[in-house]
Nanobody, 121 residues
Framework: QVQLVESGGGLVQAGGSLRLACAAS????????MAWYRQAPGKQRELVAR???????NYVDSVKGRFTISRDNAKNTVYLQMNSLTPEDTAVYYC???????????????WGQGTQVTVSS
């Protein structure tokens, strides 16, 4: 019975930054890959970033160089640092716990409730 709670979303101007956090409970956090997805209105859910148990990371091309996923196993928390934001980044961002330790292939398991990120032009 995994619980994932996202925080840190909000409204930001283009070019600005936000840091999302996902606090996990009821999970062997250090044994699982974690990921961030996003879903914009009218769009399918997109895998944005993922991090394996060992710290390896992967990103969708559109956020490479701007977003950084990280994890703190002692705090059971995964983060998404988002810099140089654009209106195209506007979406609901979801934290997702994997079913395995590996970032690739990422196998989604449990989902958080989502946090809204809105980037104004």
């Amino acid at each position: 019975q995994v619980q994932l709670v996202e925080s840190g979303g909000g409204l930001v101007q283009a070019g600005g930054s936000l840091r999302l956090a996902c606090a996990a409970s009821r999970i062997f956090f250090s044994t699982k890959a974690m990921a961030w997805y996003r879903q914009a209105p009218g769009k399918q859910r997109e895998l944005v970033a993922r991090i394996g148990n060992g710290g390896t990371t992967n990103y969708v091309d559109s956020v490479k160089g701007r977003f950084t996923i990280s994890r703190d196993n002692a705090k059971n928390t995964v983060y998404l640092q988002m810099n140089s934001l654009t209106p195209e980044d506007t979406a609901v961002y979801y934290c997702c716990a994997g079913t395995t330790p590996w970032d690739t292939p990422f196998s989604p398991g449990s989902w958080g409730q989502g946090t809204q990120v809105t980037v104004s032009s």
